[in-house]
């Protein structure tokens, strides 16, 4: 079983940045991919990035597309988003997401661990 736990949320003002990190436990993240995916209220939840387990095909939603940066660090079984510029349209509750289906993906349904998620709200 897998535990995955995010932290890093809190309130910022449009145009400044957070570091989300996405810890885990109970199994490495060493051979998965890693997803963020956020869920504003009344919204479904959207993807946002996804890194591979190598660390070398990322996936980005145009909506933070040069924006936010996805990395990770197997050493410490820690996946991190950075974001920055931020925007108010950025505020949501934020998840990581692990599969370990072999290969990056965007979809919400091939993830199948999920951590309970950290709020993210950008004032403006």
């Known amino acids: 079983q897998v535990q995955l736990v995010e932290s890093g949320g809190g309130l910022a003002q449009a145009g400044g940045s957070l570091r989300l990190s996405c810890a885990a436990s109970g199994r490495t993240l060493s051979s998965s991919t890693i997803g963020w995916f956020r869920q504003a209220p009344g919204k479904e939840r959207e993807f946002v990035a996804a890194?591979?387990?190598?660390?070398?095909?990322?996936y980005y939603a145009d909506s933070v597309k040069g924006r936010f940066t996805i990395s990770r660090d197997n050493a410490k079984n820690t996946v991190y988003l950075q974001m920055n510029s931020l925007k108010p349209e950025d505020t949501a509750v934020y998840y990581c997401?692990?599969?370990?289906?072999?290969?990056?993906?965007?979809?919400?349904?091939?993830?199948?661990?999920w951590g309970q998620g950290t709020q993210v709200t950008v004032s403006s």
């Open positions: 890194i591979s387990w190598s660390g070398g095909v990322t």
């Open positions: 997401a692990a599969t370990w289906l072999g290969q990056a993906t965007m979809s919400r349904y091939d993830y199948h661990y």
